[in-house]
């Protein structure tokens, strides 16, 4: 999971506004936990603040607004093809996880379970027809995996459902590829650096060879639902999953610095956050969500009514 040992220095140096996108479920509880020292030195921290988690959980906190009801399940999906030249990094790091438990909730208590790369299920990343992601991205096979919103944005909503996160990628053959893996291979290989880089190294040239055929495609899905099932759910789509969390993590480090420039608005709070915690006033969601859909590449964001 990793120490907050860059942030602790930010707070330590009094450096005003800190962002990252560091998302171990470890990793933010002890950031999170510096937040009366991040106070004191007048520092806005923000943790996991990349585009999932990171744009997810704002899009999921504006679909809980406009549901205008207690908030019974919300569920993240997300789909990756091509990683883009970010390579072994991202594939060792998807292996790690696979050694984790997904921090779902259940009946609105938190429930960890050890399925990631298990609970297959195909998703639709469009809303209908008209949504361009209805052609670049369409029905994709998802898999369990171990984000952390799937906890931090259950608590925040105080949902009495459950949740659920998972991801998938193309082409399809390696979510055939690494379900069976995960099947055959004992979760604490999964855990072990020494395991996890090396299948990401003897992976990577061939992720790189995919990547020529697939290219670069990202989108989420985010449902929020009432008990009695009416439903909000929004859709994010980006041509680069590199490129969108880079531009995600550049726009939350405009909003922090465009707060603290006027230290006397209520979006000015030193303290440790992650996102959905910066985003319950209507007018800062609103704002929020404009600059991370309106970067470059974005190809579709739209927003359900309820139904």
Known sequence: ????E??????????PCYVDVADPVEYLDAARAMSQEAKSANTMALVSAGAFPGLSNVMAVHCAAQLDMPVHNVDFYYF???????????LAITNFGFGEEVMNYRNGNLSPQMIAGLDNQEVDFFLDSSDLSYEKVGRR?????????????ARELGI??????????APAIWNVIL?????????SW???????????????????FTDRFVGETHAIRVDVSAEDGTRVSAIHGHESFRRCVGQSCAEFAMELLDRYDDEDSPGWRPGVYCPEEIVNDVEEREKVL??????????????????
Do not use: C, H, Q
Request: hydrophobic share 40%; glycine share 10%; proline share 6%.
């Open 1 to 4: 999971g990793g120490s907050p």
């Open 179 to 187: 379900s069976a893996m995960v099947k055959a291979v004992p979760r």
């Open 80 to 90: 990756t093809a091509g990683l883009g030249g970010s390579g072994k990094v991202n």
């Open 290 to 307: 404009r600059r991370l859909t309106s970067t470059p590449g974005t190809f579709t964001f739209e927003l359900s009514s309820k139904k």
């Open 141 to 153: 096979e998802v898999w369990a995996w171990p984000f952390p919103e799937v906890y931090t944005v």
């Open 190 to 208: 999964w855990r072990s650096k020494i395991f996890s880089d090396t299948l990401a190294s003897f992976s990577d040239p061939m992720v790189r």
């Open 6 to 15: 860059v942030l602790a220095a930010a707070i330590a140096a009094k450096v």
């Open 160 to 169: 009495t459902g459950d949740s659920n996160v998972k991801m998938g990628t």
